[in-house]
């Protein structure tokens, strides 16, 4: 936690005065997720008899600030195997797909988006492909489904009841009495060295 800026002052609360502070820091001032469903087409270059398998590699993203939203550009890359030719080859088509995906993040209380703040995404449910279908002239359609969550993390001010009572100190009492002082000093020989 980084304390920025401290306030002080005190409120009276029946007969005891309770001392709050003010610490400015940062801390998670918004949080989100959202679910995403999208449809896709590629081309193939021979006419496709089935499809195979589907699988999605590579997802990278980065989120930033835009007004008063926050937009995720990332991107992965589907691969698509297939099989053409009466079932009797097979190939495997890759596409890089790119995305701008655009959050509307509730932020907390007293929370500002204008000063300098940091957008954290994360990945909570990989892309993934279902729905795969071929259809005309080539054409391969398929959903990709993915989660996203977003934190946005700023500076805020946190209240905090401050203790006015010191705690009493414990004594700290040595295992040595006087009379082993008095028996160590008594064997030890000056003349050790000679």
């Known amino acids: 936690m980084y304390f920025f800026g401290l306030n002080a002052y005190s409120k009276v609360r029946g007969d005891k005065v ?16 959202k679910h995403f469903k999208n449809s896709y087409t590629l081309k ?11 699988w999605v590699i590579n997802h990278k993203f980065k989120g930033y600030k835009s007004g008063d939203k926050i937009g995720v550009d990332g991107s992965f890359d589907i691969n698509i195997w297939y099989s053409y030719d009466n079932d009797s080859k097979t190939t ?7 995305y701008n995906d655009l959050f509307n993040v509730r932020l907390r209380e007293n929370a500002d988006l204008s000063g300098d703040t940091d957008i954290i995404v994360r990945s909570l449910k990989q892309p993934t492909c279902f729905g795969v279908n071929i259809q005309d002239d080539n054409v391969i359609s398929f959903n990709i489904e993915k989660e996203l969550g977003v934190e946005i993390v700023g ?3 946190v209240k905090i009841a401050v203790e006015d009572d010191e705690e009493p100190w ?19 020989s000056e003349d050790y060295l000679k």
């Open 18 to 33: 309770a001392s709050y502070k003010e610490i400015v820091t940062k801390a998670i001032i918004g949080k989100g997720k």
């Open 44 to 54: 193939a270059e021979n006419t496709p008899s089935t499809v195979l398998g589907c």
């Open 92 to 98: 495997v088509i890759n596409k890089k797909i790119e």
């Open 155 to 157: 500076e805020t001010k």
């Open 170 to 188: 414990d004594e700290i009492v040595d295992d040595v009495d006087e009379d082993t002082l008095k028996e160590i000093d008594e064997k030890v």
